[in-house]
């Protein structure tokens, strides 16, 4: 398997450490995120490494290094999030940026665990068409559909932000409305606020449900939902997080290659990717 564009092949130099996380046995809908890391990879050398936008060079101005995908366990979720928690722990222990390519929304919860121990006060902020934030899936606690829960059982009340939800549960709204988590329906408004509010010592984990974008952007997701964040708003949105937070960790999931034939959705991941890597340690 290559190395996305522009990487490195030096771990111990290195400031950001890129890890796939090709698992999606608890998708709920259109299976096939378990294929998005290894189609990235491919399909980066479709774009430059030099980002007009930042006029910064992957290649060049960072330095990541790309350490490949995990093996991981299908129809294991809790051996899989060890895993995944053993590697972001290596990676953070070696004083290092994780950065995880899913795979379905639940492999965050693994990096989420590693970067919890070793960052008190943790935030997460959290963009997606979904709240993720059911007790359970059809009798199931480990599941995409229920990740940032089970992020709320480690972080507790006031440390997740979410941006961009339009689907949920009654009871999922009820769990937002009693003050667990701070989301915005819809929309990123408030964003500015709230990165003001968080400031630039606290801990962040940034992690992108790329079906944040609407679907006539970004069909190649498993569960679509209409009404979503533009490309430019999302990007927006992501640089200035990354210009005034610390950030400690991320990801982005839910990128489903085999969707979309055309592979529109794969190019513009890629290209997506490329930016938060130029914007993260700029």
Known sequence: MGKFIGTKD?????????????????????????????????????????SMLADRDLEEDANVYDSGDLELPFGAPDRALDMIEE?????????????????????????????AKRH??????????HADL?????????????????????????????????SGTRDERGFMLDGHVTTELFSDSTL?????????ETPVYLTIDMDVLDPAEFPGTGTQEAGGFSYPQLVADMRL??????IVALDNVELSPGLDPSGR????????LREELVSVLG
Not at 136 to 150: E, N, P, T
Not at 265 to 272: D, N, P, R, V, Y
């Open 241 to 246: 997080i990354c210009s005034k937070l610390n």
């Open 134 to 166: 059911r007790e359970d899936y059809l009798g199931v606690q480990l599941s995409h559909a229920c990740v940032l829960r089970r992020c709320h059982d480690i972080l507790g009340d006031g440390r997740i932000f979410q941006f961009g939800i339009r």
């Open 265 to 272: 959705s794969t190019a513009l991941a890629c290209k997506f």
């Open 87 to 115: 590697r972001a722990a290596e990676i953070f222990d070696a004083g290092k940026i994780p950065f995880l390519l899913g795979g379905e929304h639940l492999v965050t919860l693994g990096a989420v665990r590693a970067a």
């Open 10 to 50: 030096d771990f111990e130099t290195a400031d950001i450490v890129l890890f796939g996380a090709p698992y999606d046995s608890t998708t709920s809908f259109r299976p096939g995120t378990r294929f998005g890391p290894s189609a990235m990879r491919t399909e980066s050398f479709g774009i430059e490494t030099y």
């Open 192 to 200: 500015p606020g709230v990165v003001e509010k968080i400031g630039p």
């Open 120 to 129: 008190p006060g943790l935030v997460i902020i959290h963009f997606d068409a």
